[in-house]
């Protein structure tokens, strides 16, 4: 099992910028792509960004440019840095984590952390 604990969100401006972070615990071995998923309320949960284990990102087209995806292998920790921040953001974001074994993949999900973009 595999744990993810988000943390990060809040309340912020218009063109502000926050942080989030998620950190994985657990059997962790395996694990070959991390990443942040979110939902707005009415809508499905959709990519935002993904890193692998060789350091390739991908991101969606109304990211790009403002969010910056990337981890800290030691501390197990991935981070999304979010700028230029719009109303459009507004969403409960979800870390996700990729696992495979030698019996099956793997997919897990941390609680979720609310960011809200609002003057």
């Known amino acids: 099992q595999v744990q993810l604990v988000e943390s990060g969100g809040g309340l912020v401006q218009p063109a502000g910028s926050l942080r989030l972070s998620c950190a994985a615990s657990g059997s962790i071995f395996g694990i070959y792509v991390m990443g942040w998923y979110r939902q707005a309320p009415g809508n499905q949960r959709e990519l935002v960004a993904t890193i692998s284990n060789s350091g390739s990102t991908n991101y969606a087209d109304s990211v790009k440019g403002r969010f910056t995806i990337s981890r800290d292998s030691a501390k197990n920790t991935v981070y999304l840095q979010m700028n230029s921040l719009k109303p459009e953001d507004t969403a409960v974001y979800y870390c996700?984590?990729?696992?495979?074994?030698?019996?099956?993949?793997?997919?897990?999900w941390g609680q979720g952390t609310q960011v809200t973009v609002s003057s």
């Open positions: 996700n984590a990729e696992q495979l074994t030698p019996s099956r993949r793997y997919t897990y």
